[in-house]
Nanobody, 121 residues
Framework: QVQLVESGGGLVQAGGSLRLSCVAS????????MGWYRQAPGKERELVAT???????NYADSVKGRFTISRDNARNTVWLQMNSLKPEDTAVYSC???????????????WGQGTQVTVSS
């Protein structure tokens, strides 16, 4: 069994910063792409940023230049550094691992429980 656990959400004023963390646990051998997604009330979930195992990154246009995704493969951890936050960044942020190789085989599409980020104006 593998799972993802996020932390680091909270309430921040516009212009502030937050750093989200996501740790994968279980009998993990390797994790392919890790990413952060968000869902605001009344809206569909959207991609924020992804990072491959070798460090290639991809960002939504709305967060480019403000957010930075990074990971530590040895610690099965991914971070999202969010700077210059705006009220429109308010959402539940969820961590995703598209494919995890565990000791019992591949686990596809693992999600964390989500962490709330609220940006006040």
């Amino acid at each position: 069994q593998v799972q993802l656990v996020e932390s680091g959400g909270g309430l921040v004023q516009a212009g502030g910063s937050l750093r989200l963390s996501c740790v994968a646990s279980g009998r993990i051998l390797s994790i392919n792409v890790m990413g952060w997604y968000r869902q605001a009330p009344g809206k569909e979930r959207e991609l924020v940023a992804t990072i491959t195992r070798d460090g290639s990154t991809n960002y939504a246009d709305s967060v480019k230049g403000r957010f930075t995704i990074s990971r530590d493969n040895a610690r099965n951890t991914v971070w999202l550094q969010m700077n210059s936050l705006k009220p429109e960044d308010t959402a539940v942020y969820s961590c995703n691992a598209n494919a995890i190789l565990s000791t019992t085989g591949w686990v596809i599409g693992t999600w964390g429980q989500g962490t709330q980020v609220t940006v006040s104006s």
